[in-house]
Nanobody, 120 residues
Framework: QVQLVESGGGLVQPGGSLRLSCAAS????????MGWYRQAPGKQREWVAV???????KYADSVKGRFAISRDSAKNTVYLQMTSLKPEDTAVYYC??????????????WGQGTQVTVSS
């Protein structure tokens, strides 16, 4: 089981930036992949970015070139630096973590999420 606490969301104008943080604590396993998902109103949760313990980041096409994921493995904390934000980035952002070198889409356990609203 992993406990997740996301923070850093807020209201930002189009073109602006935000940095999200997620602190994870795992019992019974060592965290490998950490990453971010988001869920916009009326839509399904979608994967945004992932980074493995080895440091290899991957991104959804919709955020590539605008978002950057990083982590502090010693603190089991993952970050998402979001730049050039668009109104379509508005969503609740969630993180998750896995002992595998990848993330799944069917986790039962999620944190409370952090709201990101991009609006003028």
């Amino acid at each position: 089981q992993v406990q997740l606490v996301e923070s850093g969301g807020g209201l930002v104008q189009p073109g602006g930036s935000l940095r999200l943080s997620c602190a994870a604590s795992a019992s019974g396993f060592s965290i490998n992949a950490m990453g971010w998902y988001r869920q916009a109103p009326g839509k399904q949760r979608e994967w945004v970015a992932v980074i493995t313990r080895g440091g290899s980041p991957k991104y959804a096409d919709s955020v590539k070139g605008r978002f950057a994921i990083s982590r502090d493995s010693a603190k089991n904390t993952v970050y998402l630096q979001m730049t050039s934000l668009k109104p379509e980035d508005t969503a609740v952002y969630y993180c998750n973590a896995d002992w595998r070198p990848y993330l799944r889409s069917d986790y039962d356990n999620w944190g409370q999420g952090t709201q990101v609203t991009v609006s003028s």
